[in-house]
């Protein structure tokens, strides 16, 4: 086994000493968060703690608690509940029989919100007992200053997240290949063959290593953004809430995790790790090497 570690460095110059500190990326948005994800570090934060409405970015959960919870095969009747969403819609008509696996696709590709509440109504029953399940499931990841009141992330009180919340909620989510494979998708024909969607997110074409995750945008929150990438053998996360240069701010913020972070072995087989006084012996010290 190798135990490795991904940190922040400060650049050395060729006469070892310290260069200049690397410059902070500059973000526009109202919060921010920056995370590497093998050491679940924050390489930067701005409000990263205070609570916000997250738009459509609420999916990442949604389509988590669905995938954890349901068959991707399940056949899903649409109810008129679902089929009246207001917002970005798949255009599903009462009595559709869709399959999970094609909604998940809807959902975080086109955002359909009426494929969130058809999801969430086939989960568990009704909008009500999936967003306090999605709640639920926030809490054991450990984003505990979030609240969710639906599955869509339409504008509702008590509907709000944290950036540094939302990057544990996505780390937790990319953890599962299933939702990895979606959200990297760039478009996908559902339904039959009847309907193509095609992924909002540009960040899958304007950044190298980019793979996934999900917009999000209402009159009231503003711009919404969660992006991965990587590179390198390191991996990052990018949230940003009220942004209204999300793209630019998501590059920058993305090229200063990869720019300004190494990865290296902490404790590898064959790696001495320290040394111990030895007394009355051939050898005046003892090496302690891994196994």
């Not at 509940?81 to 255009?91: F, H, I, Q, R, V």
């Not at 967003?131 to 509907?159: C, W, Y």
């Not at 939702?179 to 997110?201: D, E, P, R």
């Not at 540009?202 to 991965?228: A, D």
Request: one cysteine or more; glycine letters at 6%.
């Amino acid at each position: 086994m190798v135990l490795t570690a991904t940190l922040s460095i400060l650049p050395i110059s060729a006469g070892a000493l310290p260069a200049e500190t690397p410059v902070e990326p500059v973000t526009a948005a109202q919060s921010a968060v920056l995370m590497d994800v093998e050491s679940n570090r924050v390489l930067y934060e701005k409000n990263a703690d205070v609570q916000l409405a997250m738009a459509s970015t609420t999916k990442i959960m949604t389509a988590l608690v669905a995938i954890e919870n349901a068959g991707l095969d399940d056949l899903v009747t649409v109810s008129k509940n679902a089929a009246g969403t207001e917002g970005t819609s798949l255009y599903l008509e009462v009595g559709d029989q869709v399959t999970l696996s094609d909604l998940l696709y809807g959902l975080m590709l086109h955002s359909g919100n009426d494929a969130a509440i058809a999801i969430a109504e086939h989960v568990t029953g009704s909008v009500e007992a999936f967003a306090a399940l999605m709640t639920d499931r926030a809490k054991v990841i450990g984003a505990n200053d979030t609240s969710f009141q639906n599955p869509n992330g339409l504008d509702a009180e008590g509907h709000y997240t944290t950036a540094y919340d939302l990057a544990l909620i996505t780390q937790e989510a990319l953890k599962n290949e299933t939702f990895a494979q979606i959200v990297a998708t760039k478009s996908k024909t559902i339904c039959g063959g009847t309907q193509t969607v095609t992924n909002h997110n540009k960040m899958l074409n304007l950044y190298e290593g980019c793979i996934g995750v999900k917009t999000g945008y209402t009159k009231k929150t503003g711009r919404c953004l969660v992006t991965s990438a990587v590179r390198d053998g390191k991996q990052a996360i990018a949230v940003t809430l009220n942004a209204p240069d999300d793209w630019n701010d998501h590059t920058n913020m993305l090229n200063y995790a990869f720019n300004n972070t190494v990865r290296f072995p902490l404790i590898a087989a064959g790696m001495t790790v320290n040394s111990i006084t030895v007394e009355n012996g051939t050898t005046q010290a003892l090496e302690l090497t891994a196994e």
